[in-house]
């Protein structure tokens, strides 16, 4: 994918003296008085903030905070615990700009006095007005701002809005971040030129909310391994049964069409044999390993079981590269994490290269320790799915539009 990328501006000079307004994602988790619970969000920002400022730009920065009402700013929508967190990473005080839109209906736009070598922080973009829309209105008046925009932000480069698409459209030049050129270069190693074996582990609740993604990687992975509810949808796909486990028996069919569809390319969605049980869900259910042919009427299958576990982790082993999206038991109860616990050192231990996205997947990798054992460790949620599923992000679309590509 060929987008301009901003750490190549700033290598070749084209950035001392401009004005740089840069889309991060610092969307980050607050408790009920505000403060900021889990910086990993801020953190990611930061080199890139960094890299504009030690190349003499003059540098704006914005993001979304929360779920604001546009045109009515509220106190808890504010990015001022952000800006502070922020300032303490930098070691300087970063000044919040509020209002920094004009709100009427002229063209005219407002200067943000900012000065190269400084840094402000602009409030929560989605408080403007035709934001979430993305009105060619506001996506002037943004691109106005600045001589450079940055796209920071892989959290929402699936969102066509006015500070991820807009103002990329009509600003001098737009351009990606760190953050964001990493994850293209991720997401194109492990996707568009995969070392063969590819695996791809895809588990969650629902069969119905990764269908597509499931159909997607049925064309392109040599192995498809499903875990969680889905796994129990695709158990009854092959003539298993699952007593009371999360399933979604009207998707069979559709469970049946993948492994159809592997099958037919000489690969394989592996079924377990084992799995682990319980009679009730709960942390201290008693826990009962049982072959995959004897799961009893009663029975709620809450993890895949010791054997399949590790055939699974000697196919990761053996993998080129892995793409793991979601944990393959209930692994925040310790009798039913060591499917999940098994994945993850494997992940860890293979010479893969390897990508993970996800909100549990994050947190399993926490939970495991092997943050640097993992190649790539995506930031985004709802667009590291849209990725999975083969979908052209609309944030990708225009920046390498404006670059020629």
Not at 58 to 67: N, Y
Not at 114 to 122: E, F, H, R, Y
Not at 153 to 177: K, L, M, N, S, V
Not at 270 to 287: G, H, M, N, S, Y
């Amino acid at each position: 994918m060929n987008v301009i990328r901003f750490s190549d501006l700033c290598a070749s000079g084209q950035v001392r003296g401009k004005r740089v307004f840069i889309r991060a994602d610092l969307n980050v988790p607050q408790d009920d008085h505000g403060a900021i619970t889990e910086d990993t969000r801020i953190r990611a920002s930061v080199p890139c903030i960094q890299m504009a400022l030690d190349a003499g730009a003059a540098v704006m920065v914005t993001s979304h905070l929360g779920r604001p009402t546009e045109g009515a700013f509220k106190p808890e929508d504010s990015l001022m615990p952000v800006a502070k967190r922020l300032g303490e990473l930098l070691g300087r005080e970063v000044p919040l700009v509020a209002n920094w839109v004009n709100t009427d209906d002229s063209a005219s736009v407002t200067p943000i006095q900012v000065a190269p070598g400084q840094l402000v922080m602009l409030e929560n973009c989605r408080v403007n007005i035709g934001e979430k829309k993305n009105t060619p209105e506001l996506a002037r008046k943004l691109a106005a701002l600045c001589d450079i925009f940055v796209n920071d932000a892989f959290g929402t480069a699936h969102r066509a809005e006015g500070t991820t698409y807009g103002i990329a459209q009509f600003a001098p030049i737009a351009c990606a971040g760190p953050l964001l050129s990493a994850e293209i270069d991720a997401i194109q190693k492990a996707l568009a030129h995969p070392k063969r074996p590819l695996a791809a582990i895809v588990a969650g609740s629902k069969v119905s909310t990764k269908l597509t993604i499931l159909k997607t990687l049925a064309d392109k992975v040599d192995q498809l391994i499903v875990g969680g509810g889905i796994a129990n949808t695709f158990m009854l796909a092959a003539g298993l049964k699952i007593g009371k486990s999360l399933a979604e028996p009207d998707l069979v069919l559709e469970a049946k069409a993948v492994i159809a569809a592997m099958k037919a390319r000489g690969a394989e969605v592996p079924i377990p044999t084992d799995v682990v049980c319980a009679k009730t869900f709960a942390a201290d259910a008693p826990a009962t390993v049982k072959k995959a042919t004897e799961v009893a009427d009663d029975d709620l299958i809450l993890d895949i079981g010791p054997e399949t576990a590790a055939k699974l982790a000697e196919q990761l082993k053996a993998a080129g590269t892995i793409v793991w999206n979601g944990p393959v038991g209930v692994f925040e109860f310790s009798a039913f994490e060591n499917g999940t616990k098994a994945i993850a050192h494997a992940i860890a231990s293979s010479s893969a290269f390897s990508i993970a996205g996800g909100g549990d997947t994050l947190a399993a990798i926490a939970k495991y320790g092997i943050e640097k054992q993992v190649g790539y460790i995506s930031t985004g949620g709802g667009a590291f799915l849209e990725v999975l599923e083969g979908k052209t992000l609309p944030a990708f679309e225009i920046l390498s539009k404006r670059a020629g590509g």
